[in-house]
């Protein structure tokens, strides 16, 4: 039996994308690293409360060789001495479910399933913080990280882990199995230790967000859809302003798509913002991010102090 890791937790599937998630927040170390288990087209797994992480990898195989999360937990749970304190929710991609409470969880613990989710929670200052996850997230609007954001924040609102708050993790997968079971990975955020855990997880959220974003804006920029590229860029840039390395590859890859007057508008912010990022601009022509044409470069550079 290993060391009690008191948490709530909410496993689901998207009905919409067949995304499949798991979000959790705890009073523990690095919740993230034991609680959270996704695979793409395969399924989501949180284990808790007296850990046994086997059920995270071990649920994602048997849901992999084709077993359903109820067939899979209760396989799981019949080769386990100590299931009466785990704490358990699984989801596959066909929108399956199924939750384990044991009944020497310690209190409040409780889980409810719900429709392609389940909600989850143990070590609780009452036995409301998972039902208000559950009414949160029946009610929550946006992707799927928003909903699990909401289920996450509506625990903590109703009270949260009696001891407070310390790491929590949000991991997100697409729903389209793929050839390799690391690919796939649409969110994979973890705070390991910070005061107010599930406000540094929002935050990373629509930092992820905006570089997804971006890379949106480069595959645009190659198919020469400029008008969409400078549409999701913008939008990039709207959601992480304060991150100055954003518009500096953005500025690359739009002088790389011939948007030069563009780019060089971007270079001149970013060096007006970080004059550090003006050193780096030469370096890039040896591996073919920037062009070596005659002049390219000094017209860069002579964006410095303008």
Known sequence: MTRPVHTYSI????????????????????????????????????????VRV??????????????????????????DKDSNV??????????????????????????????????QANLMTDDTIWPAMDEAYRGAQGDLASRLLVALQAAQDAGGDI????????????????????????????????????????????????YQLMDQGDEYLTAHEFDKAASVIAEGLRLAPEITELKFWAAVSLLTAGRE???????REV???????????PRLVPPGLLSDKPGVIDRILEQRGK
Do not use: N
Not at 56 to 70: H, N, V
Not at 165 to 185: C, D, H, M, N, W
């Open 11 to 50: 496993v689901a599937r998207d009905p919409q994308t067949g995304q499949l998630g798991v979000a959790v927040q705890s009073h523990y170390f690095s919740v993230g690293s034991i609680v959270t288990w996704a695979e793409a087209g395969v399924g989501a797994v949180a284990t808790q409360s007296f």
């Open 54 to 79: 086997d059920y995270g990898p071990e649920g994602l195989d048997l849901m992999r060789s084709g077993r359903s999360a109820k067939e899979a937990l209760a396989s799981l749970l019949a080769t």
């Open 86 to 119: 785990r704490q358990v929710a699984m989801v596959d991609a066909q929108g399956g479910v199924s939750a384990h409470t044991g009944e020497l969880c310690i209190k409040g613990a409780g889980h409810i399933v719900g429709d392609q989710f389940s909600v």
């Open 163 to 210: 001891r407070g708050q310390q790491s929590a993790a949000l991991l997100i997968v697409s729903g389209e199995r793929q050839e390799k079971p690391f690919y796939g990975r649409l969110f994979d955020l973890r705070v390991e230790d910070h005061p107010r855990p599930l406000d540094e997880l929002t935050r990373l959220v629509q930092l992820r967000r905006a």
């Open 261 to 267: 007057d563009e780019a060089l508008q971007f270079f």
């Open 271 to 281: 060096f007006a913002r970080e004059p550090i990022w003006a050193d780096l601009v």
